[in-house]
């Protein structure tokens, strides 16, 4: 039995159909052909647009990521806001939460009657039956006593100008006075006191 095979293939010819001469691609350096000007390399966009294809679900996937980022954006900003506010809100419970701590420890304190006579012993100045007290008065020395002042006096001190006179004065003066005003580029020439009028 003999095996079944393919019928040869036609060999292609030298030349092609549209009678042009195939080129023939260049094998070393100085067989490249020579640069085009910038003129001859533009590009046709037209040529380039058309051979883009661009599918439906390109289209549609482009359009989830435009639409995502439009979602998105804003619900990022509020997400930030959120943590800062919580940021916020934690600290101040922290502080809250140490405050209240304090207030434990001294309400502790409080609960100890040795504290509560300590406290009444320097504040109250209590003391127990049979107990006595030396308070003592002036211990300092006379240059670390604190010094009151005196008053600057004491009559009640009456000026002799009338007011509303020494306003109206000032007013007229202010109003009176000549303002110096800078001059931009070279002053103008004023004639000399001796010099005589023209």
């Known amino acids: 039995m003999e095996r079944p095979t393919l019928p040869p293939r036609p060999v292609a010819s030298a030349a092609p159909k549209s009678g042009k001469t195939p080129k ?3 094998t070393a350096r100085h067989d490249r052909p020579p640069r085009s000007s910038v003129a001859e390399r533009r590009v046709d966009v037209r040529d380039w647009l058309g051979r883009v294809r661009v599918s439906g679900f390109v289209v549609i996937m482009l359009g989830l990521v435009v639409l995502g980022t ?3 954006v804003p619900t990022v900003g509020t997400y930030m ?3 800062q506010q919580i940021q916020a809100l934690e600290s101040a419970v922290e502080i809250s939460q140490s405050d209240v701590e304090d207030l434990q420890m001294q309400r502790d304190r409080w609960s100890d009657p040795a504290y509560i006579r300590t406290q009444a012993r320097e504040r109250l100045g209590y ?3 049979g107990e006595v007290v030396y308070l003592i ?3 300092l020395p006379a240059s670390a006593t604190p010094q009151e002042q005196q008053d600057v ?3 009640v001190g009456q000026t002799r100008t009338d007011w509303m006179a020494q306003l109206v004065r000032s007013v007229t003066a202010s109003g009176a006075a000549q303002v110096a005003v800078p001059t931009i580029g070279v002053p103008d020439p004023t004639p000399a ?5 023209p």
């Open 24 to 26: 023939r691609a260049p």
């Open 70 to 72: 439009f979602v998105l």
């Open 81 to 83: 806001d959120q943590r």
């Open 127 to 129: 003391t127990f039956p």
């Open 137 to 139: 008065d002036n211990d």
């Open 153 to 155: 006096s004491g009559d």
């Open 193 to 197: 006191p001796d010099a005589p009028a």
